[in-house]
Antibody, heavy 121, light 107 residues
Framework: QVQLVESGGGVVQPGRSLRLSCAAS????????LHWVRQAPGKGLEWVSV????????YYADSVKGRFTISRDNSKNTLYLQMNSLRAEDTAVYYC??????????????WGQGTLVTVSS | DIQMTQSPSSLSASVGDRVTITCRAS??????LAWFQQKPGKAPKSLIY???SLQSGVPSKFSGSGSGTDFTLTISSLQPEDSATYYC?????????FGQGTKVEIK
C-alpha cells in the first residue's frame, strides 16, 4: 500500500533553515508528481509546492516563493522541502501528498501523516 | 487565485441523516474539484476527485456533483465515524486552493 513518511520537522528560530523529507513506498515513485501542503495550528489546508515526476517542473505558493525549494531523488524514493528564511507564519504541520498524475496536473490521492515545524525564538 | 467558499462552516446532524456540503469557486474550474476528509490529529483523506469520482476504497455513501463553479458533497446516511472536517479543493490551476472547511458533528 502507498506510504508517505515525513521527517525533519522541529523547532527553529526565525530566519533559520530546515529541510523536510518524505520517504515514499508502495508505488512507482518516479511516475508521479508530489506536493507539499501545510496546515497551521487550528487552521485550514494551504498548498505549498509541487514537483513533477522527473523534477523538471515546479510551482510554489506566493507565500513561500524564493524561500522554499522542492526537490526529489527518484533513486531514493524521497521528496524534499528546503525551507530558508523561516518566519513565524510558517509554523504548521507539513504534509507530503502523492499526485494522481505524472505531471503537475491532477489532485492528491494519498497523504503522509505530517511533520510539525515550529518557528519561534 | 481562485477562491473556494464552503457552506456551512459547521453542521450538526443525527445518525442516518442525509448531509450536504456546498463549495463554490470564484471562477469556473470545470470538474477539477476534489473533496477531502480530515479527522482531528490525522492527515487528510481523499474522498472524491473530478467532482464526482469516488476514490478507491471510499464508501458509496459519499457522493459528489457539480461543474463550473458550484459543487456539492453528500453523505447519504451519516454515521458516527463521519464526524470530521471536510475540505473542497480546486486543481484547475495553481496555486491549488482549498475551501475553509466544514466541520460535521453528530447530534
Amino acid at each position: 500500500q502507498v506510504q508517505l513518511v515525513e521527517s525533519g520537522g522541529g523547532v527553529v528560530q526565525p530566519g533559520r533553515s530546515l529541510r523536510l523529507s518524505c520517504a515514499a513506498s508502495g508505488f512507482t515513485f518516479s511516475s508521479y508528481g508530489l506536493h507539499w501542503v501545510r496546515q497551521a495550528p487550528g487552521k485550514g489546508l494551504e498548498w505549498v509546492s509541487v514537483i513533477s515526476y522527473d523534477g523538471s517542473n515546479t510551482y510554489y505558493a506566493d507565500s513561500v516563493k524564493g524561500r522554499f525549494t522542492i526537490s526529489r531523488d527518484n533513486s531514493k524514493n524521497t521528496l524534499y522541502l528546503q525551507m530558508n528564511s523561516l518566519r513565524a507564519e510558517d509554523t504548521a504541520v507539513y504534509y507530503c501528498a502523492k499526485g494522481s498524475l505524472a505531471a503537475v496536473a491532477g489532485t492528491a490521492d494519498y497523504w503522509g501523516q505530517g511533520t510539525l515545524v515550529t518557528v519561534s525564538s | 487565485d481562485i477562491q473556494m467558499t464552503q457552506s456551512p462552516s459547521s453542521l450538526s446532524a443525527s445518525v442516518g441523516d442525509r448531509v450536504t456540503i456546498t463549495c463554490r469557486a470564484s471562477q469556473g474550474i470545470s470538474n477539477y474539484l476534489a473533496w477531502f476528509q480530515q479527522k482531528p490529529g490525522k492527515a487528510p483523506k481523499s474522498l472524491i476527485y473530478a467532482a464526482s469520482s469516488l476514490q478507491s476504497g471510499v464508501p458509496s455513501k459519499f457522493s459528489g456533483s457539480g461543474s463550473g463553479t458550484d459543487f456539492t458533497l453528500t453523505i447519504s446516511s451519516l454515521q458516527p465515524e463521519d464526524s470530521a472536517t471536510y475540505y473542497c479543493q480546486q486543481y484547475n490551476s495553481y496555486p491549488w486552493t482549498f475551501g475553509q472547511g466544514t466541520k460535521v458533528e453528530i447530534k
